[in-house]
Structures are given as C-alpha cells and as structure tokens.
C-alpha cells in the first residue's frame, strides 16, 4: 500500500507501529531492552510515499479459524493484571467455553506451541507479552488438546528483564476476617530462553457463623443452658488458611528452533476449621428436654496440611519440515487431615438421673470424657506425557494440508486411609494410553485463488483412542468444516462423538458404611439417621457422548475492534455416570435394592455409590459481544517517536500477510498517547436441560422444578467485563448474573419446594500506574514502575434469595452460608525493579 506523504499523520494514526506503543514513557524495568520486530513493516520509499509491509507475528496461531479476540500490548496494559494467571482471570468471558464439557477452562499457549503446564508461565508479568490470542475450541485439536476448551496464545517479547514484588490485602466490608498476600517475581527473557522464580505467601485469618449472625439449629421442645458458649462462635464458615509455593521456571534455546523447558513447584496449604462444641440433650427430673454446649475438653477442630510436589519439561523440536512438541508433567499430593471426635457425654445424664447435676449446672469435667482423634491421609499421583508432531504433508488446490499426530500416556494413582472408616484402605491406580490424529483439508481459498468465490472454506477431521487399564477401550471422532464467506465473516460447523470412562474412585473405591447420617425421607416425610453406604460401583459403564456446535463470527462494521460470535451447542450423553442423586420418590423408585427400611418403613440404609443414568441432554444458545477501540487525544511526541522509527535502518521487507486479526481487540491502535477501552458482554441461554434416570423412565425437566441436587439451573446467564486506560488511569468491571430458578423435591425437612431468586453481582477495580506519569517519576524515582489498584468486590453485596412454599428462607440457605464474604475491598501495591 502506498501513501501520498501528506497522508503520513492519518496512516500513523490508523497503524499498529510498535513505536506508538508508549505514549508515555515505560517504567524501565518492565520494557524490553530492544525494539520488537513489529506487526507492520513500513518505510519511504524514492517517490517519498509510505510504504506498509504487514508481516505475521513470530509465535501466533496459524489456523483457518480466526481468533475470537486479540490482545495487544495497549489492551494488555488496559487490564491492570499483575500476572499471566490474573490477566487470564480476567478474561474468563472470552475464554470460558460454552460446550458443556469438562470445566470450561481453555488450553494454553506460548509463543504458538504447547506447554507442559500453566504453572510454567502463570507469573510472567504480563508487562512482557507482546500479543494475546484467545482461538475456539476447533483449534485445541491441532495441539494434541480436548476439542471442548478454547485455546489461548500468549506471545512473549524478545527481550525482557524485571524483578518485582505485588502486595494484596482483602478487608470485607462487614468484618470478620482479612485476607494478606506478598508475591515476588524474577523474570529474564532473551528469546527462546527465559527464566521466571516467583515465591508467594498468602494468610487469611478465620470468619465465624457468630460474625454473621447465623441462625443456629435448635432441637425442638429443648431448652438451652443460659450459661453456656454459643455454637456459632466456634464453627467457622472460611477456615484459618496458610499457603506458601515457590515456583520456577527455566526455558533454554538449543538451536535451529529447538528448546528445552524445565518447570518445578513446591506447596504448602495449611488449613484450620472449627466445627461447633461438644454437646449433649440432658433429659430434666421434670421431663423437659435441655440442650447444654461446652468447651471442654476442647473446641472441636480440623486441620489439613496438603503439601504439593509438582515437575515438568517441555521439549520443541523442528523435524525436517515437522515440528515435535513433547510435554511430561506430574504432580505428588500428600495430604493429611485430623478431626476432632465428639467427647463422650453420656456420663453427664447418670449425674443428672442421680440427682448430683442440675441440667441448668456447671458441667464437671470429669465426666466429659474425650476420645481419640480421626487421622485421614492420602497420597495423589498425577503423571502425563503427551507428543505432538504438526506439519503440513500435501498441498492441495486450496492451500497446505495441516496434520497432527499425537500419542501419550496418563497415569493416576491414589491411596488413602481414615481411622475413623471400617473397611480396607483405598489404594487406586490408573493408565490410560492414547494416540489419535487431526487433519485441516483447505477446500477453496481466496489467497490461492481457487473457487475464491466461495470464501475460504476447510474441512477438518479427528480421531483417538484410549486404553484404560482399568476399564477398557475407548474411541473419539469428529469432524467440522469452516466456511471464510468473507475476511470478516465465518461459519464454522463441528460434530464430536466420545466415549468417557467413569472416575476413577468411582469405579473401584473401597466400600465404607458410615452410621448415623441425617437423611431427610420424602416417603413419610421426616428426617432420620440411617446407615450410609459409599463406595466404588464396578457396574459402572462407559458414557456416549455426542455434541454438536454451530457458530458465526463476525466483525461488525460499527468498529474498527468489534466483533459478535454466535454459538449454538447440543450435548446429548448415554449411560453418564454420576452421583447418587437428591434421594426423591422417583429416584427411590428408578433404583431398587439403594434404600433399606424397616417393618415400619423407615429408611435404615442408603446405598449412595456412584449410579449410570439413562441419558441426559442439554442444548443452549451463546452471543459474545467484544467491543473496544481508542480514546482521547493523541500524543505529538509520540507520532513523532513513531514516524523517527519508520526510518530506522532495515525497518521494512516484505511478508506473508497471515491470518487476519479478528474478534474486536488490539490491532494497536491507543499507542500514540490515546487511551483504549474495550467491552466483552456474553450471553448464555438454556433451550433444554433433562435427564432420564432408568430407560422409558420419566424424562426429569432440570429447567422446570426437577433436580438431581438441591439447586435448580438457570435458564438465562450473563458475564460483563470491560474497562478503559488512559495515560496511567485504569478502571475494570466484571459482573455476573444469572436468572432464577426453583426445586420442586429440594430436600430441605418441611418444604416441597424452593425458589431461587436472581443474582447479579458487580465488582470494581481502579488502577493507576504511577511509571507512566513523566514528572511524577521525575520529582522521585520510587514511583518508576509503582502501580496501586484498589478493588471492591461484590459491589451492592448481593446474595440469592432462597424461600420454601410459604416464604421463609430455610437455617441451610442463610445469607452467611451462601457468601460468607460479603462486600470485599482490595488494596494492591505492585513494584517492578
């Protein structure tokens, strides 16, 4: 492209130059120490007429499939993150996935290649990415990962060198507990080798029932003793917690595109939750019934110490025209748990029979005798290793065909014991060999000019198989096609069918009866104690699941970074595994043989192992909105700084063109001194959500008043993230919301139905980067890469409103119970050296 020189401010405006990258100047430790290559090549040629040469990014995803959004180094800047696992946090909305399996949490990147595992980069500054790409789930595929996770890129600079320390403290706007953090990074990056040390140490001291005003359960028709210490200020809703990791990560370049990565973490979690006290329903000389609580012989307690022991390597490897990417990772969990048993008190109601002890009385403490500790302690051992090798073995009419090849081997292994559970101790293990292949097929393309009429059209095809050793094979297979119809509009179709072994505990945990459980009986409906039995069910069978997702991306004309992706996903399962349902009449009745009762038909055992339901189905509608885009006015200097940078020395060349930015996000403009701002809205809805427990059984509505737990599902779901920065200034809000709901059978004594109201929440986050303030870091040098944020956290301080049929919220449903922080404010203070 050509441009009159006249015309040179109006194209410096329009362009991504990194050189308008920094409108003010950069705190020194967190910029590069050399220019990047940039995204656009340009210079002046003998007419005097700028000449533009885009060139592709090193590290971005080659793919037929554009990116729903990109981030560029401004847009980066925007969110205030102090870390890749924080500026990930914050874009949940476009990176959550909307499929319906797994946890919809998205595959990583770095630099176009896979990784062993986030821990390896999750404490990059993100002061150091030059480029975020966030792709849909059908390129997972190509890297060996789930085609039902979204796929996010990260592009490191060249150059980078920092050291810094971030500081956090949580307060809830109605007291009770606070929550401090301090996290130190070291990072150096000199292109293919790097090196990231974080140590990070978080404390957050307990919050009670009694500082949230819990309401505590009584004992019908019994008194309390006057004199006693309340419950609620000995049971804890956040328990006393410690944490400590260290975490490192060494990366080093081998030459001709190789590289070695090596990533180690060590953890600490310490834990401490109060249960309530000893306590006792003494029986009067009158008759009366007298709940007394004490603090002998001690406040009963439970502590957990998890200590975490987790390694990985990475290796990239050019071979011939392929590249081999191979990752192994593990992880060793050593947890163990003690538990306060409940003190005997039997001997209190002797003495009262007696007539020694008036149940109103000082408890003796001789004659609360306490008993021996449960220990609970488990081993977890994770290993995985998975090899890629992607390379393009056939050229078709319409481009390059792109194969990956991959096979791996999963191992899982967990032994566990409790002193206070009968039985033998669990002691799991599981193998799972894989291997499988994906192949992209270009059909037509306008850069090839064949059938360039027709857009850019792909076909993409898929298969693996599974060995579990302890269940058997399983196979997966799918297909899509991509239809390009414009540079700005793409379809995209895609049919994926799976099998899914049952959990590992599922299927082979050791069978324990645990006595005296509270059930609640919808058949006569009271609440009893009976025998509870949990448990591996070998009976389990595979799932079958079948999928299908539709979608349209288009970027909207009304913006230069607006896009709108609309998304249309079917779930259909047979024989899923799941969890022994809220124990209805209809579930009683599709499950003969799990519930024991009496002559007087009573339940007296309930066996709550691990069923297979018929079939389950779910299908919904998803539009994410991304908008975003500059603001304010322009800087002088630097569209100076810019225009001196064209001119350098080997500044232009000519290039592929690669994939086209897509999805409403950093294209560059905002760095000539203008601020950026960007909007992310999602939209989830339900069309159908049911379940059919035994086959020809009745199919269970989820969305009308059928339940398989205690909650109902929305039919309705929202995300909101969005925010603007601007010479320094910074403002992010996110917020949720979700439509309500009701439960008809909920489980909760006395009630045949809850209503689950609506819950918007809506948190608030101001920063100010005080490094790109000039004559501020001028007067004090301190301020040169200081950032303060402070946050706010649930900001109205919402919480769902739950009602059984005649209007009263049930002890279980509390405000306290269900968010026990509340309204928190967040003060951050982040230095980069």
Known sequence: MALPQSSA?????????PALAAAEPQAASAQPTEAEAPGTTGGIDADGDIVVVATRVR???????????????????AYGAGSLQSLLAALAPQTGSGRGRGDGSPSVLLNGLRIASFREIRSIPPEAIKRVEVLPEEVSLKYGFRPDQRVVNFILKDKFRSFGTE????????GGFSDLSEEVTLTRIDKASRLNLTGTLERRSPLTEAERGIVQPAISGAQTGLIDPKQGDYRTLLADARSAIVNGTWAKSLGTGSSLTLNGLVQRNDNRSLNGLNSVVLTAPDGSLVQRSTLLPAPLASRTVADTYSAGATLNLPVGAWQLAWTADGTHVDTTTTIDARADLSGLQTLVDQG?????????????????????????????????????????PGG???????????????????SRQLGTPANLRRGDAQAGFSLDLPITSRRENFGSKLGDISLNVNAEVHNVSDFGSLTAWGAGVTWGVTPKLTFAANYVASEKAPGLSDLGAPITITTGVALYDFTLGTSVLANVITGGNPALKKERQRDIKLSANWDLPIGKESAL?????RNRSLDTTSAFPLLTPDVEAAFPGR??????????????????FAETTGSRLRASLNFGGPFGKPDPNARRSAFAGMRRPGGGGPGGSGPRPSGGGGRGPGGDGRGHWNLSLAYTQELDETARIVPGGRVLDLLNGDALSGAGISRSSATLEGGGFYRGFGLRISGTYASGTHVDSSGVPGASRLDFGDLATLNVRGFIDLGRMPKLVSRAQFFKGT????????????????????????????????????????IELRKQF
């Open 595 to 612: 519930v024991t009762r009496d002559g007087a038909g009573r339940i007296v055992s309930v066996d709550q192992r691990a069923v297979t």
């Open 167 to 174: 500081t956090e403290a949580k307060l809830p706007g109605a």
């Open 356 to 396: 020694t002890l008036s149940p109103f009385g000082t408890l003796p403490a001789d004659a609360i005798l306490p008993t021996p500790q449960g220990i609970a302690r488990s081993k977890s051992d994770t290993a995985t290793t998975l090899a890629t090798v992607t390379g393009t073995p056939l050229r078709l």
């Open 59 to 77: 590290g971005e995803v080659e793919t037929a499939v554009p990116p729903i959004v990109t981030l560029g180094e401004e847009d980066i800047a």
């Open 9 to 17: 401010a109006l194209a410096l405006a329009l362009l991504p130059f």
């Open 565 to 569: 992706l609309l998304e249309y996903f």
């Open 400 to 418: 390059q065909t792109a194969l990956t090849l991959k096979a791996g081997f999963a191992y899982n292994g967990l032994r566990s014991s409790d």
């Open 787 to 826: 950032r303060i944020a402070i946050g706010v956290n649930n900001l109205f301080d919402t919480v769902q409103k739950v009602t059984d049929q005649t209007g009263a919220t049930p002890l279980r449903y509390q405000r306290g119970y269900l968010n026990p922080e509340g309204r928190v404010f967040s």
